[in-house]
């Protein structure tokens, strides 16, 4: 898996999660990172021969777990391991399909070894519903394991406002994938007061920042949207606790943790109703759903919930109550125990 030092996003909270509660239950697990090798190339196909260097590190282990993402650095690796161990389990975590955020030639090439990388697996980890019913489409046959996401409990929810001010917030990368484009779109039309804040990490000299900070100033909106960079997790318990509303726009997600911590805050979602996010958001309940790309109806919907504070108090109540209904870490560590017994009793 690539270096983490401090996760960045859903995927990589579950995936330092699970593999340290498998530590926890078995001390004798390996994690190998882009730091263990002394070259990290910016290719990611040459980490399929950096790996192959290394085969003898690996024709010890009887299981190895990797992460769909890798299909570009280990595709080549992993049938060359195959071959030497016949015998080891194969595992993959696999948590979107990456293919399906690309377009053109380059969509249909990544869908090509991505799905290829995962058909040779003996095992596929999925933490969520909406991509097992994917995956169960796409390979029928496969053995497949829901671990599902769980979150923590939590005995300090926060108090639902009596009169919330019209901030809205969007915590997560500033790339494509997420749609801030369309957001910014749809915010030109706004006519109600509001004020934007993007909690993300981001490069100055990032094509598609950039753009983002260009459709700004097409729409004179410099005093209404700020972009706040990657923030202490105390700073966005801060963010999180001035919003009002939880704008999430993106075009493709295998679960979107980031909506169900924003809803802990009480703080209704408005996102567009694709992959795994209708799962999570119930259209009128604890969030408004907004049809697939539509900037107008973006629009509309941010509209309807600024200038309806009886609607955004309903849907701020039904978040809260949707976050204390949700499945918590215990379901899950029990769920990983079980797991790792069968792991342990096939060796």
Do not use: W
Not at 100 to 113: A, C, E, N, Q
Not at 187 to 202: C, I, S, T, Y
Not at 217 to 231: N, S, W
Not at 259 to 283: Q, T
């Amino acid at each position: 898996m690539p270096k983490v030092t401090k996760p960045k996003t859903g995927g990589q909270k579950y995936d330092i999660y699970l593999v340290n509660k498998l530590k926890d239950l078995h001390g004798e697990i390996v994690t190998v990172t882009d730091k263990t090798f002394s070259i990290q190339p910016k290719v990611a196909l040459i980490y399929n021969f950096i790996y192959s260097l290394k085969l003898n590190s690996f024709l010890n282990a009887d299981v190895l777990i990797t992460n769909s993402r890798m299909y570009p650095r280990q595709y080549l690796f992993l049938k060359i391991l195959k071959i030497f161990s016949k015998n080891i389990k194969l595992i993959v975590i696999h948590h979107h399909y990456n293919y399906k955020v690309k377009s053109g030639l380059t969509r249909k090439i990544h869908r090509y070894f991505e799905l290829r990388f995962l058909k040779g697996f003996d095992l596929i980890i999925i933490p969520s519903r909406y991509v097992k019913n994917e995956t169960k489409r796409l390979f029928p046959e496969k053995a497949l394991r829901l671990l599902e996401i769980a979150f923590e409990k939590s005995s300090d929810l926060q108090v639902i406002k009596k009169h919330p001010e019209p901030n809205l917030l969007y915590i997560g990368t500033i790339e494509s994938r997420k749609g801030i484009h369309l957001l910014i779109e749809s915010l030109k039309e706004v006519k109600e007061d509001f004020q934007l804040k993007l909690v993300g990490a981001f490069k100055n000299q990032d094509p598609y920042y950039l753009m983002l900070k260009s459709k700004i100033e097409e729409g004179h909106l410099e005093d209404k949207i700020t972009f706040c960079g990657r923030v202490s997790d105390e700073q966005m318990k801060d963010y999180l606790k001035e919003a009002s509303i939880f704008v999430f726009p993106s075009l493709h997600e295998g679960y979107g943790m980031v909506m169900v911590e924003a809803m802990s805050y009480g703080l209704p979602v408005i996102a567009f109703n694709n992959s795994a996010i209708p799962f999570v958001i119930k259209d009128k309940h604890n969030g408004l759903l907004v049809e697939n790309e539509n900037i107008y109806d973006l629009t509309a919907k941010i509209r309807q919930i600024l200038s309806n504070e009886a609607l955004l108090k309903k849907l701020s109540k039904n978040a809260q109550s949707t976050y204390k209904n949700i499945r918590k870490f215990d379901d899950l560590n029990l769920e990983i125990e079980l797991f790792y017994n069968e792991l342990i009793d096939e060796s």
